[in-house]
């Protein structure tokens, strides 16, 4: 599975972002999908992730009540709407897919390349 993550910028304090990832192949419409970001000098933080057919959805404390996972099987995107944008925000944000369906501990087989959200100010 082959995965593109955009939709990032630049928004202020308490703005808002919708994130995508684009997944190829009939593979991603059964994977379970993950968010992820990482700021230099930082590990890889877990954000969210959607379970492959969208019923199950799970959020990082850092995040839980300001963002919200979506699955758009038909089109094979997968979409993090983030709401409440805080500095601490600022990261690049990627997302990753199991697969074989994984939702307790996911192994994640496919990153995408990233896309960087940047909250001023």
């Known amino acids: 599975v082959q995965l593109q993550a955009s939709g990032g910028g630049v928004v202020q304090l308490g703005g808002s972002l919708r994130l995508s990832c684009a997944g190829s192949?009939?593979?991603?419409?059964?994977?379970?999908v993950g968010w992820f970001r990482q700021t230099p000098g930082k590990e890889r933080e877990f954000v969210a992730r959607?379970?492959?057919?969208?019923?199950?959805?799970y959020y990082a404390d850092s995040v839980k009540g300001r963002s919200i996972i979506s699955k758009n099987n038909s089109n094979y995107t997968v979409f993090l709407q983030m709401d409440s944008l805080r500095p601490e925000d600022t990261a690049i944000y990627c997302c990753?897919?199991?697969?074989?369906?994984?939702?307790?501990?996911?192994?994640?087989?496919?990153w995408g390349q990233g896309t960087q959200v940047t909250v001023s100010s």
């Open positions: 990753a897919a199991d697969p074989s369906r994984g939702w307790t501990y996911p192994n994640y087989k496919s």
């Open positions: 192949g009939r593979t991603f419409m059964s994977s379970t």
């Open positions: 959607i379970s492959w057919n969208g019923a199950l959805k």
